[in-house]
């Protein structure tokens, strides 16, 4: 029996002694669940395919992520003096957007990438992007055989498919979606305690500063956009860095009207970092993109090198021109 479902990622890994898989910076429910649902699965089954080394790399995350399987093998630095035969990204847009790893993208003899990404450039030697899927796990799963998923893989699948799927809310959930997080229950994962524990629950600071940002959000276009901003200085404040950020788009989603939120906040480092979730008729991906970042349709990013106003007025008339085609 093969090992992988897909006949091109079987032969680039056949005979490829050492691999190496990494995600985007600041990873995600979805990187963090497809790199360590892949290093599990090349840790049990790889040998069969010649593999004696596999190595995955992901910057830091939140201690919530600590009940992951598999995450305390996972590398945090570009230290290691490392050079591999096969290299896999996954859930990545870009090349820029594995941050300190492109040095083993470059370096490794063949690189594959996996994503689901609208704006994903082909930037590996093999690409498997499927855009319309709601997750990298999704689309792991796929290639995976079902009967070689173990529990604890199952585990890291159904992190990523629910944190990409907003808890099965986002339109990109499909028919398959959910048949696909049913066949993972049923490898008797504890579904309750993952959810809570990785989406759920916020610390108290994280929960504060939400609130602080939502407090300070502010309308535009009439009403049909909402827009907030945190600053370092209210970071400090508070004691939270980015990372404790996570979500509060989400939550200006939710302002009854609006068809496009923003979030924005200070790297510190002279840049800033702007988050846009769309309610449908808006392709934030497409602004996004514009800008350097990329995404989805209704989920993106991107990083500007300027002030927030700037930002604002740069950003704002891109969605008001989607507003008004779409009337
Ligand atoms: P975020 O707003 O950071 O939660 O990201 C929303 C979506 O946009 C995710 O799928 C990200 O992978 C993507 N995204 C965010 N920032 C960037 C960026 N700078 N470049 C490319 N894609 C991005
Ligand atoms: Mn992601
Ligand atoms: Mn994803």
Redesign the pocket.
Known sequence: MSVFTLDVLEKELTGAKKVAIAG?V?P?GDCIGSCSAMYQYLKLYGNELGMEQVDVYLETFGPEFKIVPGVDDIRHSAEYEETYDVFISL?C??ID?LGDFIRYFESAKRTICIDH?I?NDNFADVNHVIPDVSSTCEVIYDLMSYDRITRDIATSLYLGIVHDTGMFRHSSTSDKTMKIAGSLISKGIDFTRLIDETFIQKTHPQMKIMGQALVDSRLLLDGRIVVSFIGTDMMKTYDVSSTDL?GI?DQLRMVKGIEVAVFIYENGNGTI?I???SNGIVDV?TI?HKF?????VK?????FEGSVNEAIEKVVPYIEEQLSKAK
């Open positions: 985007h600041r995600d859930d847009s870009s957007r990404h704006t996570d788009v970092k988050s846009m979730r991906s996004a350097g970042g990329g995404g989805h989920a993106a990013g991107f990083t």
